[in-house]
């Protein structure tokens, strides 16, 4: 089957680093896309994933290890705006038309 | 500025009833996606189209219909066959697919059951 596990939420202190985790199982994987949804709105672009290892973009960065099915996403610095959720999504297969999402994660950043 | 405009927001439908969701993008993308997202739920895929006049199911497409006349629109219709259409629609593009581009996402509409 295909499935994708994120934790349902998680809660950080302004100013720390959070590390979310995503695990997955799925045939024909082509990369991995993190994304950041504030609630009722759409969905917008982090990071993306294909080779094993870390991609650092400023205060986000995203980890990949293809072999053990398993990515994250650390954030650092955290600010009370990071508070959203956070989709981890598999592409599969060629083309890169058919990605499989997550539930998300959703994160409450406290002063 | 370049994205894409679903319309609308929020839309009711009373049982039996078919409606129709739209979605806009001046992107130039050629690649546009609709999307499901129930609470508690990851995205599903409804259907997806490569370029115009060609669209595939996705993964939950029963109950839906789409069409993709043009480069720029893709809209999706909810038919009376789904049986519980009360969620989230999201409307995405994006380039060719040859660098897996991410995707774009419109705003959504929130479709209800009266």
């Known amino acids: 089957g295909q499935n994708i596990d994120q934790p349902t939420e998680m809660t950080a202190t302004e100013g720390a680093i959070v590390q979310i985790n995503c695990t997955y199982q799925?045939?024909?994987?082509?990369?991995l896309f993190w994304y950041q949804q504030h609630a009722g709105e759409a969905p917008t672009f982090l990071s993306y994933?294909?080779?094993?290892g870390l991609e650092e973009k400023g205060r986000f960065s995203s980890f990949l290890s293809r072999s053990k099915g398993y990515s994250y996403l650390l954030l650092k610095e955290l600010q009370m705006k990071d508070s959203a959720s956070y989709l981890c999504?598999?592409?599969?297969?060629?083309?890169?038309?058919?990605?499989?999402f997550g539930a998300g994660t959703r994160l409450f950043v406290k002063a | 500025d370049g994205g894409i405009t679903q319309s609308p927001k929020y839309l009711f439908r009373k049982e039996g009833q078919n409606v129709t969701l739209s979605c806009e993008q001046n992107?130039?993308?050629?690649?546009m996606y609709w999307y499901r997202q129930d609470p508690g739920q990851g995205l599903r895929l409804i259907y997806y189209?490569?370029?115009?006049?060609?669209?595939q199911k996705g993964d939950i497409a029963e109950g839906y219909s789409v069409s993709r006349e043009k480069k720029e629109s893709f809209p999706l219709t909810v038919t009376s066959a789904q049986k519980n259409p009360t969620a989230f629609y999201l409307c995405?593009?994006?380039?060719?697919?040859?660098?897996?581009?991410?995707?774009?996402f419109g705003d959504g509409t929130r479709l209800s059951i009266l």
């Open positions: 995405a593009s994006s380039p060719p697919a040859g660098g897996f581009q991410p995707q774009h």
């Open positions: 799925t045939s024909g994987f082509n990369g």
């Open positions: 994933n294909v080779l094993d």
């Open positions: 999504a598999v592409v599969r297969g060629t083309g890169g038309f058919k990605t499989i």
């Open positions: 992107l130039n993308h050629d690649a």
């Open positions: 189209s490569q370029i115009v006049n060609d669209f």
